[in-house]
């Protein structure tokens, strides 16, 4: 008996403007639910307290990032707010290896780019409630100085004109939701015939068991 059909995990890909709540469903999705994994990005900014090199960024010079564009070995790549940003192509290599959804939280100019090299990746979208839960999300989070978290909300005002370009939007108002809408989405991406390995053979596999059924059960 079939019970579900074995597939091709699809890469996500999170985008939103800073503070929307992006790298927080992320990291849920990755603790809450097998087969996902966090694609680690290469950076030139600086730590901020608390993160991990290898675990939130791969901190990098940007002689170093010059050298990784150089040697092609990043699938996107972009600079924000004044710093570069980018994507290792062998974090989408190896989770596909492993068969996970890999999970990139990136601004919309690398999505764009994941939308051209990464034909099966699901662009996700996520829109804050409102323009004041942002304000304090990104005042709360603590991060930015007041003057850069206005700098963020100007430039949210453009990023959201993108969404139209994603498969899919997510509003982040209650977490536990936003987190449940996403991974329902992926849930539905990954029964696409596309996704099915060796569709084919199950497609045969059925159609001969169908014909064995058809000749041992006779008819009136
Ligand atoms: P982004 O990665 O989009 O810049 P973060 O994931 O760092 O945003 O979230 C910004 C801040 O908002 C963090 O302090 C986080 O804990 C908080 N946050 C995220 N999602 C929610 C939510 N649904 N409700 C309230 N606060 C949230
Ligand atoms: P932060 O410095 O706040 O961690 O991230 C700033 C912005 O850079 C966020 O929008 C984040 O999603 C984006 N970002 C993080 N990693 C990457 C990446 O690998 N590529 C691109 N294009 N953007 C990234």
């Given at each position: 008996m079939i019970t579900g059909l074995p597939y091709r995990p699809c890469p996500l890909v999170l985008a939103a403007p800073s503070g929307t709540g992006k790298t927080t469903i992320a990291h849920a999705l990755v603790e809450r639910f097998t087969r996902f994994e966090f694609s680690v990005s290469a950076t030139?900014?600086?730590?901020?307290?608390?993160?991990?090199?290898?675990?939130?960024?791969?901190?990098?010079?940007?002689?170093?990032?010059?050298?990784?564009i150089e040697a092609d070995e990043l699938v996107e790549w972009a600079e924000v707010h004044g710093n570069l940003y980018g994507t290792p192509r062998k974090n989408l290599e190896a989770a596909a290896d492993r068969g996970e959804h890999v999970v990139l939280d990136i601004d919309v100019q690398g999505a764009h780019q994941i939308r051209e090299r990464v034909p099966d990746a699901v662009l996700v979208f996520v829109f804050p409630p409102s323009a004041e839960a942002l304000w304090t999300r990104l005042t709360a989070r603590g991060t930015e100085a007041l003057d850069?978290?206005?700098?963020?909300?100007?430039?949210?005002?453009?990023?959201?004109e993108e969404a139209e370009h994603f498969d899919y939007i997510v509003v982040n108002d209650d977490l536990d939701r936003a987190v449940s809408r996403v991974r329902a989405i992926i849930e539905a991406e990954s029964h696409r015939p596309r996704q099915t390995l060796d569709l084919d053979g199950e497609v045969g596999r059925l159609r001969a068991e169908i014909d064995d059924v058809i000749r041992e059960r006779p008819g009136d």
């Amino acid at each position: 008996m079939i019970t579900g059909l074995p597939y091709r995990p699809c890469p996500l890909v999170l985008a939103a403007p800073s503070g929307t709540g992006k790298t927080t469903i992320a990291h849920a999705l990755v603790e809450r639910f097998t087969r996902f994994e966090f694609s680690v990005s290469a950076t030139t900014r600086l730590p901020r307290k608390r993160e991990r090199d290898g675990i939130d960024y791969d901190f990098v010079s940007r002689e170093r990032f010059e050298d990784m564009i150089e040697a092609d070995e990043l699938v996107e790549w972009a600079e924000v707010h004044g710093n570069l940003y980018g994507t290792p192509r062998k974090n989408l290599e190896a989770a596909a290896d492993r068969g996970e959804h890999v999970v990139l939280d990136i601004d919309v100019q690398g999505a764009h780019q994941i939308r051209e090299r990464v034909p099966d990746a699901v662009l996700v979208f996520v829109f804050p409630p409102s323009a004041e839960a942002l304000w304090t999300r990104l005042t709360a989070r603590g991060t930015e100085a007041l003057d850069e978290v206005r700098r963020r909300l100007r430039a949210a005002r453009d990023e959201l004109e993108e969404a139209e370009h994603f498969d899919y939007i997510v509003v982040n108002d209650d977490l536990d939701r936003a987190v449940s809408r996403v991974r329902a989405i992926i849930e539905a991406e990954s029964h696409r015939p596309r996704q099915t390995l060796d569709l084919d053979g199950e497609v045969g596999r059925l159609r001969a068991e169908i014909d064995d059924v058809i000749r041992e059960r006779p008819g009136d």
